[in-house]
C-alpha cells in the first residue's frame, strides 16, 4: 500500500481579463513566464461569449459571430460587473447584445440554449463562464488542474466589482489569491527581467494602458521595488475602438466613391461588423509592416470590396486621437506634481500600444532619456497585450506557496498605507550643490547607501545632510557650453540633467537644491583620493539614522536626528 | 554614477560631539497607499508584519534559506533500513524492492528522478564497501551492489516502468463490498483508482470525486477507464533467456514462453481491471442517482400528461353525476305538481258537484215555481229538466257564481229571476236556443 501523499497541488496562474481581450500566463518553476494560447492558439483572447442554437463560443470563435449573431453575442462585459444598470455606459455593446437591468443587477437578453426562446442571462454568469474558459484552456495547456489565479483590475475598480469578479471565479473553481492593479502588473513585467533586480533603482514610470474601449495612464513611483501610484487618468473616448473608426470612416467613403448608388455600409449593421473586424485586422497589421490590405467579400448588397491603406496614410487620420492620448499622458504626469523631466520610463501597455506612431507621439513629450518600453520603440519590449498577464503571473508564482491568510495579512491596509517622504533628502557638496539620495515619495522605512568622493586631497570631510528639491532650470539654447553646466548640476539621475533635441529654442534640466539642513558630521583623515561611504536610514516614524565611513577606513560617524514632534 | 560629486572640507573651527550633530528633522511625510506587488513589496510586508528592521530581516532570511537546503538533503531518506534487507544477495535483484532499497518506498512510483539521484546518493555515502571496510566490518559488497542495481532501473525510464508494471507494494487492494457500505467508497476506491492511474498512458488521470460530482464528470472519468490505455508490462517476470550460443533452440523457446506468457498476463490484467471498474461502477451511487434523475425528466412529461387526462376523466364524472341529480330533483317537483293538479281537480269536481246540488236544491226550495202547495209532477220535471239543461251549458265558474246567486235565497220569485237573469244571459252569449228554457225564462 502506499500512503497518498497530498503533494502541493496548486497550480496558480496569471489572469489578465479584460474588456476586450483576455490572457493567461504562467511561471514555471525556473522562473520563465509564459503566455498561453488557447484551443484556437490565440494568446490574446477575445472576452466574447457567443450562442449558437445551445452551442457555446469564446474568443476568437465567438468574435467571428459579431456578424451573423449579433444578438446573442455578449462582448464588453468585464466594466459591468459589480455595478448598477445606472451606472454603466452600454456604448460598447451597440452592435451586440445589450445589456438590461435584472434586479439591481445586469443581465443580457440572450438565448444560450436550444430552445430558441431569448432569456436574461445574468453578467455574473456570463463572467463565470468566461473564467471557466480561461481557466479550461490554462489547465489543457499545462496538463494540470488550475486551482489559483492572480488577476489584474484597473486602478478603479472598486471593491464591490472585485468581490463580484472573486465571487464569480470561485463560480468557475478558480479562487483569487489576489488582485493587483493592471499598471502595476505591467510594470512588473518588466522590472522581473531588467538586470537590477535584487536592487533596483528609484524612478518615476508612467504606464500607458491603451485598450480597445479606455486608455488609463498611471504615473507610479517605483522605490527600490515598491510601487506606490501618484496619480491615475482614465479615458474611455480614445482608445483602439476609436482608431478602427476612423479606419472604418475612411474604407466606407472610399466604397462610397467607388460604388456611387450603394448605401452607406455604415448604416447596414452586418456591414458595419464586417467593416469592424477587418478594420481591427487592418491596424493591427499597419503595426507590424507599412501597408495593410483590406479586404471584404460582399461588404453591402453582395459588392467586393478591396483596398490598400499604408501606415503613414493612416498615421494622419488618427493623428487627432494620437494627440489626445499624448496630452492625457502629460495631463497624468502634471497631476502627480511632476514633470515629463522626471519621468525615467514609459511603459505602453494594451493591444493599441502596438501602433508605433502612438509611441513615437508620446516619447516626444519626454526627454530623450526617458526610456519608452513599447514594440516600435525598444526591441526587447514586452509584448504590450501580454504585460498585464505576465505580470500577474509573475505574482503568482512570488505568492503562489503562502497561506491565504499571509496573503491577506499582507496587503492589509495596516501594511500597505506607509507614509512617504514629502522632501528628497541628499548630501551637500562642495560648492551648494546637492545629490538626492532618498528621493521623494520613498515609502519609510527606507535605507540608502552612497559613495562619494572626498576633496581630491583627502584630509578632514564635512559631510552635510539636507532636504532639497527639484527646480527646472530653463535656458534659452543659443550658445550654452554643454560641459559647464554639467558640471554643476550633476545629479544621481544624471538621464535626467542634460538637453532635449527636440525644442531647440529652450533647454529645460533639472537643477536640486538644497532647502533645509537636516545634520552635518565630520570624517577626519580621509585619504587622498579616497572615497566617503554614507548610510542614510530613515525609520517609519521619520527619525533619520546616519552611518559615515572612509571606504576601505576603520571606525566611522553614528548619529541620530529624531523626528519633529 | 556622481562622480563629479565632491564632499567639501571640514571648514576651520568645526567641531561636535563625536563628530556628529543634527540640525534639523524631515518634513512631515505624506501617506500613501503602496501597491502589494513584486518581490521587493514582499520583503516589505514581512518586515512590517513581524517588525523586523531591515539588517535583522536580512540575517533571518538568510539563515532560513540555509536551514532549507539542509532540510531538503535530510527529508528524503529518514526510512529505516529493514536488517534482513541489508542481507539481500545482489544476484537475486530481481526479487528485491527497488524503492526500499534507496529508502524511497514512500514515494514509489510518485519519485522523480531528481529524488532517486538524492537517495542513491545518500545510501552509496552510507553503504560504499570502503566505508565497511574501515570501520572494521567485512567487505562484504553485497547491499552496495544491490544500491548500484535499483538505481540503475530506477534512473532508466523503461527499465523503471518494467519494474513499476510489477511492483505489487504500489497496489491498492480494491475494498470489499462491505468496506464500502460504510460510506467509505469514495476515500477507498479513490485510492485504488489512482494506484492504478499510473499506469496510463493518458495524463492527467481524472479523479473519482466525491457524491457532489457532475454527470458529466462522473462519465468522463468511467468511459477513461473503460477505454484505458495502459503501458503496463510484464517484461520483469520474464524467464531468464540462457544466454549461450550452443543451443538456440532452447533459446527461442524461453523467448516465446516469455512472449506468449507476457501476452497471457497483460490480458488476465486488462480483464482484471475492467472487473475492478466494473465493481466499482456496481457499486457508485452516483450512478444510480443519475439514472434516478434520468428516470424522472424522462418521466416528468407523460406523469404530467396523465395527470392532466385524470382530471379531465374526474372533472367529466362529477359533470354526470350533477346532471343525473338533476334530472331526479327535477322529476319529483313533476310528481308532486302532478299530484297537486289532481287533487285541485276532484276539489273543483265535489265543489261543482255541491254548487249543483245548490242550484238544483234552490228550485226545490222555491217549490219548483209552483207557488203554495204540492207542486205537479210535470212541472217538477219540467223545472229539474232546465235546470239541468242549464248546469250542462255553463261551466265551473259560471255555476260557483250561479250558485252564490242563490246562497241564502228562499223566496220563489227571486229565485225565478235569477234562474230568468241566467237563462238570459245565456240566450244572450249563444250556449241557449230562445224557446229551450221556457219555464225558467
Redesign the interface.
Known amino acids: 500500500?502506499?500512503?497518498?501523499?497530498a503533494?502541493d497541488s496548486r497550480v496558480c496562474i496569471g489572469v489578465s481579463f479584460g474588456n476586450s481581450y483576455s490572457s493567461i500566463a504562467y511561471t514555471a518553476a525556473d522562473g520563465k513566464t509564459e503566455v498561453i494560447a488557447n484551443e484556437d492558439g490565440d494568446r490574446q483572447i477575445p472576452s466574447i461569449l457567443s450562442y449558437v442554437s445551445g452551442e457555446e463560443f469564446n474568443g476568437n470563435q465567438a468574435k467571428a459571430q459579431l456578424v451573423r449573431n449579433p444578438e446573442n453575442t455578449v462582448v464588453c462585459f468585464r466594466d459591468f460587473l459589480g455595478r448598477e444598470f445606472k451606472d454603466i455606459d452600454p456604448t460598447p455593446c451597440h452592435t451586440s447584445a445589450h445589456p438590461i437591468s435584472q434586479d439591481s443587477t445586469i443581465a443580457f437578453n440572450i438565448c444560450d440554449d436550444d430552445s430558441g426562446n431569448a432569456h436574461p442571462v445574468s453578467i455574473s454568469t456570463i463572467t463565470t463562464r468566461h473564467l471557466a474558459r480561461l481557466k479550461a484552456s490554462a489547465s489543457d495547456y499545462l496538463?494540470?488542474?488550475v486551482t489559483h489565479a492572480v488577476l489584474t483590475v484597473p486602478t478603479n475598480f472598486t471593491p464591490a466589482q472585485q468581490e463580484a469578479l472573486k465571487a464569480c471565479a470561485a463560480e468557475a473553481k478558480i479562487s483569487i489569491l489576489?488582485f493587483?492593479?493592471e499598471p502595476?502588473?505591467s510594470l512588473?513585467a518588466y522590472?522581473?527581467r531588467s538586470p537590477d533586480?535584487a536592487s533596483?533603482s528609484d524612478k518615476n514610470v508612467v504606464v500607458v494602458d491603451i485598450g480597445a474601449t479606455r486608455s488609463d495612464v498611471t504615473v507610479?513611483a517605483s522605490r527600490?521595488?515598491?510601487?506606490?501610484?501618484l496619480a491615475t487618468q482614465h479615458d474611455y473616448d480614445t482608445a483602439g475602438t476609436q482608431l478602427d473608426s476612423v479606419l472604418i470612416d475612411h474604407f466606407a467613403k472610399a466604397f462610397l466613391q467607388k460604388h456611387k448608388t450603394s448605401t452607406d455600409p455604415r448604416t447596414t449593421p452586418r456591414s458595419l461588423a464586417k467593416m469592424k473586424l477587418e478594420c481591427e485586422n487592418v491596424k493591427k497589421h499597419l503595426s507590424l509592416s507599412t501597408s495593410a490590405t483590406f479586404s471584404v467579400e460582399s461588404l453591402v448588397s453582395g459588392l467586393d470590396f478591396t483596398l490598400t491603406i499604408n501606415r503613414s496614410r493612416y498615421e494622419l487620420l488618427a493623428s487627432k486621437h494620437f494627440q489626445a492620448l499624448g496630452r492625457l499622458v502629460l495631463a497624468g504626469v502634471t497631476k502627480a506634481g511632476l514633470d515629463p523631466l522626471d519621468v525615467s520610463e514609459i511603459v505602453m501597455a494594451g493591444g493599441s500600444s502596438h501602433t508605433p506612431r502612438i509611441a513615437s507621439a508620446i516619447a516626444a513629450l519626454f526627454p530623450e532619456e526617458t526610456r519608452v518600453f513599447s514594440p516600435a520603440t525598444d526591441n526587447n519590449a514586452v509584448n504590450p497585450s501580454e504585460a498585464a498577464a505576465r505580470?500577474a503571473a509573475i505574482?503568482a508564482s512570488?505568492?503562489a506557496e503562502f497561506e491565504e491568510k499571509d496573503i491577506e495579512?499582507?496587503?492589509h491596509?495596516?501594511?500597505?498605507?506607509?507614509?512617504?517622504?514629502?522632501?528628497t533628502?541628499g548630501?551637500?557638496?562642495?560648492?551648494d550643490?546637492f545629490?538626492p539620495v532618498v528621493l521623494k515619495?520613498t515609502?519609510?522605512?527606507v535605507?540608502k547607501t552612497?559613495t562619494?568622493?572626498?576633496?581630491?586631497d583627502g584630509?578632514?570631510?564635512?559631510?552635510?545632510i539636507a532636504?532639497g528639491e527639484r527646480a527646472i532650470d530653463v535656458t534659452v539654447a543659443e550658445k550654452v557650453e554643454k560641459k559647464t553646466n554639467?558640471?554643476k548640476t550633476?545629479?544621481?539621475d544624471s538621464d535626467e540633467a542634460s538637453e532635449s533635441d527636440d525644442e531647440p529654442e529652450e533647454i529645460r534640466k533639472v537643477v536640486w537644491k538644497a532647502t533645509?539642513?537636516?545634520?552635518?558630521?565630520?570624517?577626519?583623515g580621509v585619504k587622498k583620493g579616497g572615497k566617503?561611504e554614507v548610510q542614510i536610514?530613515?525609520h517609519a516614524d521619520?527619525t533619520?539614522h546616519?552611518q559615515i565611513r572612509e571606504v576601505g577606513g576603520k571606525g566611522g560617524?553614528?548619529?541620530?536626528?529624531?523626528?519633529?514632534s | 554614477?556622481?562622480?563629479?560629486?565632491?564632499?567639501?572640507?571640514?571648514?576651520e573651527g568645526?567641531?561636535?560631539d563625536?563628530?556628529?550633530?543634527?540640525?534639523?528633522?524631515?518634513?512631515?511625510?505624506?501617506?500613501?497607499?503602496?501597491?502589494?506587488?513584486?518581490?521587493?513589496?514582499?520583503a516589505?510586508?514581512r518586515?512590517?508584519?513581524h517588525k523586523r528592521?531591515?539588517s535583522e530581516d536580512e540575517r533571518i532570511q538568510a539563515q532560513n534559506n540555509v536551514k532549507k537546503t539542509e532540510d531538503d538533503d535530510e527529508g528524503d531518506i529518514s526510512e529505516p533500513e529493514d536488517p534482513v534487507m541489508l542481507q539481500r544477495d545482489a544476484k537475486d535483484w530481481k526479487g528485491q524492492d527497488h524503492y526500499a532499497v534507496l529508502g524511497l518506498s514512500?514515494?514509489?512510483?510518485?519519485a522523480t528522478e531528481e529524488q532517486v539521484r538524492k537517495a542513491h546518493r545518500k545510501k552509496v555515502l552510507k553503504h560504499h564497501p570502503d566505508k565497511k571496510a574501515a570501520a572494521g566490518g567485512s567487505e562484504d559488497d553485497s547491499f552496495f551492489k544491490c544500491i548500484q542495481k535499483a538505481t540503475e532501473i530506477l534512473l532508466d525510464p523503461t527499465k523503471r516502468r518494467q519494474w513499476d508494471s510489477v511492483d505489487e507494494?504500489?497496489d491498492?487492494?480494491p475494498p470489499t463490498k462491505k468496506e464500502t457500505q460504510k460510506g467509505n467508497f469514495y476515500r477507498l476506491w479513490g485510492?485504488v483508482f489512482?494506484?492504478e492511474g499510473r499506469f496510463s498512458r493518458n495524463?492527467?488521470v481524472p479523479k473519482l470525486g466525491d457524491e457532489n460530482s457532475t454527470k458529466p464528470e462522473v462519465e468522463d472519468f468511467y468511459n477513461f477507464w473503460y477505454t484505458f490505455d495502459s503501458w503496463r508490462t510484464f517484461e520483469y517476470q520474464d524467464e531468464d533467456v540462457p544466454d549461450d550460443n550452443e543451443n538456440r533452440d532452447q533459446k527461442r523457446h524461453v523467448e516465446r514462453k516469455n512472449a506468449n506468457a507476457r501476452k497471457k498476463k497483460k490480458t488476465e490484467d486488462t480483464a482484471r481491471l475492467r472487473h475492478l471498474v466494473d465493481d466499482a461502477l456496481a457499486l457508485d451511487e452516483r450512478i444510480k442517482k443519475f439514472k434516478q434523475a434520468e428516470h424522472a425528466q424522462r418521466n416528468k412529461k407523460r406523469l404530467e400528461r396523465e395527470a392532466e387526462e385524470k382530471r379531465v376523466a374526474e372533472e367529466a364524472v362529477k359533470a354526470k353525476e350533477a346532471a343525473a341529480r338533476a334530472a331526479v330533483e327535477k322529476a319529483e317537483a313533476e310528481k308532486a305538481g302532478k299530484a297537486e293538479t289532481k287533487k285541485a281537480k276532484e276539489a273543483a269536481k265535489n265543489a261543482a258537484k255541491k254548487n249543483k246540488r245548490v242550484v238544483r236544491g234552490a228550485v226545490k226550495e222555491a217549490n219548483y215555481f209552483a207557488g203554495a202547495g204540492d207542486a205537479p209532477a210535470k212541472q217538477v220535471e219540467a223545472v229539474l229538466n232546465e235546470v239541468d239543461l242549464i248546469i250542462t251549458k255553463i261551466d265551473n265558474e259560471e255555476l260557483a257564481g250561479l250558485k252564490a246567486k242563490l246562497d241564502g235565497k228562499t223566496k220563489a220569485e227571486e229565485i225565478k229571476g235569477i234562474f230568468a237573469e241566467e237563462v238570459k244571459r245565456l240566450v244572450g252569449a249563444g250556449t241557449l236556443k230562445e224557446g229551450e228554457a221556457k219555464v225558467l225564462a
Do not use: C
Open positions: 500500500m502506499s500512503e497518498e501523499e503533494p496538463g494540470r488542474n489576489h493587483i492593479h502595476i502588473s512588473l522590472d522581473a533586480t533596483p507610479v527600490g521595488g515598491i510601487y506606490t501610484i505580470g505574482q512570488l505568492i495579512e499582507s496587503v491596509a495596516v501594511v500597505t498605507s506607509t507614509p512617504h517622504l514629502e522632501a533628502v548630501l551637500v557638496g562642495a560648492g550643490s545629490l515619495d515609502p519609510v522605512p535605507r552612497v562619494v568622493a572626498a576633496p581630491k584630509g578632514d570631510v564635512l559631510v552635510r532636504e554639467g558640471a550633476d545629479d544621481e533645509k539642513p537636516v545634520a552635518e558630521a565630520g570624517v577626519a566617503v536610514s530613515v521619520l533619520v546616519v560617524v553614528r548619529g541620530t536626528v529624531e523626528a519633529s | 554614477m556622481p562622480h563629479t560629486f565632491t564632499l567639501p572640507s571640514l571648514p568645526w567641531s561636535a563625536k563628530n556628529f550633530k543634527a540640525i534639523g528633522s524631515l518634513s512631515k511625510p505624506s501617506q500613501r497607499i503602496i501597491e502589494p506587488v513584486g518581490p521587493h513589496f514582499l516589505h510586508a518586515r512590517k508584519r528592521t531591515f514512500k514515494y514509489r512510483w510518485r507494494a504500489a491498492v487492494e485510492r489512482d494506484a495524463q492527467p
